[in-house]
């Protein structure tokens, strides 16, 4: 680790740091690199929403939060790592990540980790030792999308083991895997509570949806949805989409003061010192979004929506930060959008979803610790899926158009 530490300064312009932001912020931009990912993604996405239909042909009883892992993380991995994905060669990594994810705080923390945290300390180090044996085999990274190859390639320039590299890869997998899943599942759960804006969402679907039938007598029908026009056929879904951000988002943004200042003439903050800039503060603030800053309001982000924002003082651009801002602006915001987007779309296009009796349901107590950027519910939430009437026809099948193309999400 002696050579990163060497090598982490903010203003070396050759340093791993700023080496590193250059290699992911290339791979994520909108373009050919991420084009194609996106395209690995959405296939292995779809194909882990049809194992629904593979298992059960009518009502299935299913943990939310388990099931969305599941998909999130098979796709988002078979997109970056390629043929050799190590959560292919070893399933159990996908339960190992979110109970690793889900323990951080003790192994931060680093007092007799093994004894404080098992299960978490073990998940590490199968993640670890998965993820060296995965940098070892150079074919592995032939394979790999441009953002991997990227990671790679920074880490050998600056002379950092595998072993090490392995490492930090835990921190890229927080970052790609551990804030979609609970975006993907607060999105479902909002919208299958609100029967009036799971309909209204529906109609916005079929703008992007297509169907082909096969022409030669056979039973074989597919339906489309073409993700590129998304942005801009469904206004709606991108504003709750957002809604879900502002009102459930947790993240902090962290700042190295570089000189002296004064803040509103009243607090001077030392050169060195360290600035959070909670999420949280900015997104519940009513001088900023208006008198239902605590509601969930799935038009607040509509150009001309009927939201009860009058009093609202400043543009909502400057305020939204969950993506963070500045430098520090997620580079996999295209990605991670394009992800619950399309996963969000076909399981509402696909299926009904109700509350189990007995389950917790939207309004019951959160919780947070360390590792999330949201609140999660504080027990276990069940729903009962169902495909909807006009979806379980014999030989029919889903698909996201073949080719997903300048795939670029902006938030204005």
């Known amino acids: 680790m002696l050579r990163i530490h060497e090598t982490l300064d903010c203003n070396d312009r050759e340093g791993y740091l700023d080496d590193m932001r250059r290699a992911v912020t290339s791979a994520l931009a909108p373009g050919t690199d991420l084009d ?15 194992e629904l239909d593979a298992k059960n042909e009518g009502t299935v009883s299913v943990s939310l939060w388990t099931f969305l892992c599941h998909i999130v993380t ?16 070893d399933p159990s990594l996908v339960k190992c990540f979110w109970t690793f994810k889900e323990g951080i705080t003790p192994l931060m923390i680093n007092v007799l980790p093994w004894l404080l945290a098992p299960e978490a300390y073990k ?7 998965a993820l060296e044996q995965y940098f070892n ?17 920074t880490c050998k320039k600056h002379a950092i083991s595998t072993a090490i590299m392995a490492q930090l890869e835990l921190g890229n997998l927080i970052g790609v895997l551990g804030n979609t899943a609970p975006t993907l599942f607060w999105l479902l759960i909002h919208v299958y509570s609100n029967e009036d804006l799971l309909l209204r969402l529906r109609d916005e679907i079929e703008n992007i949806s297509f169907i082909r039938e096969d022409d030669s007598g056979n039973d074989y029908i597919c339906h489309y949805l073409n993700i590129n026009d998304m942005q801009t056929s469904c206004p709606l879904m991108m504003s709750t989409y957002q809604e879900v951000l502002r009102l459930r988002s947790r993240a902090m943004s962290s700042r190295v003061v570089l000189h002296d200042t004064q803040l509103d003439e009243r607090y001077l903050v ?23 800053v605590k509601e969930f309001d799935p038009e607040r982000f509509l150009r001309n929506g009927s939201s009860d924002n009058k009093d609202a003082k400043v543009s909502k651009t400057g305020a939204f930060r969950a993506f963070g801002g500045g430098q520090s602006l997620c580079s996999g915001r295209h990605f991670a959008t394009l992800q619950v987007m399309a996963a969000a779309a076909m399981i509402l296009a696909r299926y009904d979803m109700s509350f189990v009796p007995g389950s917790w349901r939207l309004g019951e107590e959160t919780c947070q610790n360390l590792s999330n950027a949201y609140e999660m519910p504080a027990r276990e939430v069940r729903m009962r899926m169902a495909k909807r009437a006009n979806c379980g026809r014999p030989g029919e099948q889903w698909a996201y158009i073949d080719t997903v193309s300048k795939v670029n999400f902006s938030f204005s």
Do not use: C
Not at 74 to 89: E, R, V
Not at 123 to 129: D, F, G, I, M, Q
């Open 36 to 50: 194609r990912m996106s395209g690995h993604m959405l296939e292995h996405m779809r194909l882990g929403i049809d």
């Open 74 to 89: 098979s796709s988002s991995t078979k997109a970056i790592y390629g043929q050799g994905n190590p959560f292919d060669l």
């Open 123 to 129: 998940s590490r180090e199968a993640l670890v030792a």
């Open 137 to 153: 085999n150079s074919r592995n990274i032939e394979t790999a999308s441009e953002f991997i190859k990227g990671r790679y390639m």
């Open 270 to 292: 030392r050169k060195g010192s360290f600035v959070q800039l909670p999420s949280y503060v900015l997104h519940g603030n009513p001088d900023l979004w208006g008198a239902n």
